[in-house]
């Protein structure tokens, strides 16, 4: 069965650079997550989309935006990149607003 | 906040002995759920309660909910090494899109 697909797996940047995560959900799931996990912590909700339209805000910062396309895929966008932004940065879909999440394997950010 | 809160922190067990978390949250949910994860890797949805339910069961896993102590436990049965990872609670609101974890329990299970 399809599970979500993020890329890259891995990304390596500079401070002050931009960076560019992407996630495919699982077909016919209508909401995406994104979830940021810093070393030893729990995972940390950023943003969710429902139907392509923002659903939900969480801790994201002011210098991160990110949006669902017309074919789901979801796209999250790093600015000005900080050391602190080093993380596992986790997509998860689901069918509905609320339900069983099915996470991606994650994106590796190192920023140096 | 809505994350749910889990104790212990961490947890050492032997094979074969039960392994119990807990998750406590601080308003009112819709469902609450629990996640596995390895280290390093995606998170795995175990198990889903909701909120009119008091007490599940999937394999070796059971949950129970009280919603009057806003409060959840997970218990893992038999356990095995390759239960060795970490456990997390996350707790959806009603009416909201957003799942929030809990600070994990990171259990170790020795051979």
């Known amino acids: 069965a399809a599970g979500v697909i993020q890329s890259p797996r891995h990304l390596i940047k500079e401070k002050r650079e931009t960076a560019t995560l992407k996630c495919y959900p699982i077909?016919?799931?209508?909401?995406v997550y994104w979830y940021q996990q810093g070393p030893g912590q729990d995972p940390q909700f950023l943003i969710s989309?429902?139907?392509?339209?923002?659903?939900d805000k969480g801790s994201i910062p002011d210098r991160f935006s990110a949006q669902q396309f017309s074919d789901y895929h979801s796209e999250l966008n790093m600015s000005s990149l900080e050391l602190g932004d080093s993380a596992l940065y986790f997509c998860?879909?689901?069918?509905?607003?609320?339900?069983?999440?099915?996470f991606g394997e994650g994106s590796r950010l190192t920023v140096l | 906040s809505q994350q749910g809160e889990e104790d212990p922190q961490a947890l050492s067990i032997q094979e074969g002995e039960n392994a119990t978390m807990n998750c406590s949250y601080k308003?009112?949910?819709?469902?609450l759920q629990w996640y596995r994860q390895n280290s390093g890797r995606g998170l795995v949805h175990l198990i889903l309660?909701?909120?009119?339910?008091r007490e599940k069961h999937s394999g070796r896993l059971r949950v129970t909910l009280d919603t009057s102590k806003k409060s959840s436990s997970l218990l893992i049965t038999a356990s095995r090494a390759a239960d060795t990872a970490s456990y997390f609670c996350?707790?959806?609101?009603?009416?909201?899109?957003?799942?929030?974890f809990g600070a994990g329990t990171r259990l170790t299970v020795k051979p």
């Open positions: 998860a879909s689901s069918q509905g607003a609320v339900g069983e999440l099915f």
């Open positions: 077909p016919r799931h209508d909401t």
């Open positions: 989309f429902y139907e392509k339209m923002q659903s």
């Open positions: 308003t009112s949910i819709n469902n």
């Open positions: 309660i909701r909120s009119n339910e």
């Open positions: 996350a707790t959806a609101y009603h009416n909201n899109n957003d799942m929030r």
